[in-house]
């Protein structure tokens, strides 16, 4: 089957925009990749890694590229697009791959020319590794891409079809969204879990009823799958908190609400309304796993005894 884009631009280069690269390349999505970072030292980091192009300039990667990602996090994409729109080609397509979408929207859409199509986009793949050593071709298999389209023109209808043609390609199941609600459902399905683990790492390592030895030492399972996850890019996730408060703070807030019935349960005894709680939260588990989006293996695939 003929490649979807023959040349792409990928402008940031960590973990997500050098797995697209080597899975574009790898499954004939794209003929060749131009990369560009704003760190000079993760430019020469690529360059190593001899994956396509590297480029010192935003402008001169995307110069003729059929499909532009802006992979930075969530506040740098005001930049990062203001810094390529001077050069993108006719008819190119633009996409990002940030865990919010109204704020990139905003910070995007008012330096694209018209002569593009900006299909804002978010791969829901990642792993707690960054840059771009961390990349890989598999990333996206079985994963979700959404998109928010916002072109309703014939050239915008077609850039989102081109554009599930790729991320398909790349192993990807695609699925259509409204942008506000790609933002509350991201809100609880990812941003609030994340808030909730850098929460209870930090406190943690913060209590002074024990030493912080003794909680890696002693980490079991729940505790040590909360750190995989707050292992994660700080730089990131600081600006999806920044840029999607509004949904975030919402869904914390029903959270609150509920952890204070909760604990209003524990104190009090009401052994049946936890009991029907944690029911209701292990039949969700296994809706997660007959979905596909984790593996029914013991101890979530690990070879080490569950503790």
Known sequence: MAVVFDRIAIIGAGLIGVSIARGAIEFGASNSVAFFDADESVRKRVRALGLGETFDDAANAVAGADLVVLAVPVGAMSAAAAAIAPALKHGAVVT????????????????????????????????????????FATLFKGRWQILTPLDDTAEGKQAVIDLGEFWEKLGAHVDVMDPERHDVVLAVTS???????????????????????????YSASGFRDFTRIAASDPTMWRDVFLNNREAVLEVLGRFSEDLAALQRAIRWGEGETLYDLFDRARRMRREVIDAGQDTPAPNWGRDEPQS
Request: aromatic share 4%; proline share 9%; net charge negative.
């Open 96 to 135: 990002d791959t940030g865990s919010v979408k109204n704020a990139v929207i905003a910070a995007v859409s008012p330096y694209l020319p018209e002569h593009v199509v900006f299909v804002p986009g978010h791969p829901l793949a990642g792993t707690e590794h960054s840059g771009p050593e961390a990349g």
């Open 191 to 217: 941003h609030l879990p994340h808030l909730i683990a850098f929460n209870i790492v930090a406190m943690a390592e913060d209590l002074e009823s024990v030493t912080e030895s003794e909680v890696v030492k």
